[in-house]
């Protein structure tokens, strides 16, 4: 079974539409009410417990930081993101290739 587990992960992973901004890499958060953009390495170190991690709007000024809560599930590549500690967490997906 410890052969299955790392295939899962890189399918999940190598399905993602990666962006090249200012020679850093992102993933691009959808469902959201604007354009909110997640560092590929940040994503790599998200765990089922919640974080602070940086979200990046990008607007015709360039990137704002936001800074939000984000956790995920096992095998899973949805993201549970909350804007606040206290607030309760949304799903949302990256975008797919």
Known sequence: MSK????????????????????????????????????????????????AYTLYEYTVQGFIEVKSYIKSMEFSDILFIAPTITSQFKMYDLEKV
């Open 4 to 51: 299955v587990e790392p295939l899962l992960i890189t399918e999940i992973i190598e399905n993602k539409k990666c962006y090249m901004i200012e020679n850093i890499y992102y993933y691009k958060v959808i469902g959201m009410q604007a354009t909110y953009y997640l560092k590929v390495s940040d994503y790599n170190n998200i765990s089922l417990n919640q974080n």
